[in-house]
């Protein structure tokens, strides 16, 4: 297991960009996808972004372009960068890795960092 820890989280107004950090105390060189998802208060989680070990990404519907996943070449670490945010950005980002060993999945999440976007 390797723990996850996000950064980058804050407050930013309506238009304004932030770029999310995921740290992972271990090498995530092997897994088999990355990705991003948030919650806001009283709606389910839903995925942001992923990026897989093929390097296919998949965004949610709300993205438009604005938000981009990426990894560094270390393989301990993966980001979001987030532009031209909007105040139904506003939520909580979370962290997640997934490895498969074999047959047997790992998943792994992180503990979250608030956004918050102001009008």
């Known amino acids: 297991q390797v723990q996850l820890m996000e950064s980058g989280g804050g407050l930013v107004q309506a238009g304004g960009s932030l770029r999310l950090s995921c740290a992972a105390s271990?090498?995530?060189?092997?897994?088999?996808?990355v990705r991003w998802y948030r919650q806001a208060p009283g709606k389910e989680r839903e995925l942001v972004a992923s990026?897989?070990?093929?390097?296919?990404?998949t965004y949610g519907d709300f993205e438009r372009g604005r938000f981009t996943i990426s990894r560094n070449s270390t393989g301990n670490s993966f980001y979001l960068e987030m532009n031209s945010l909007e105040p139904d950005g506003t939520a909580v980002y979370y962290c997640?890795?997934?490895?498969?060993?074999?047959?047997?999945?790992?998943?792994?999440w992180g503990q979250g960092t608030q956004v918050t976007v102001c009008s």
């Open positions: 997640y890795v997934e490895r498969w060993f074999i047959t047997t999945p790992q998943y792994n």
């Open positions: 271990g090498s995530i060189a092997n897994a088999n996808a």
């Open positions: 990026l897989t070990d093929r390097g296919a990404t």
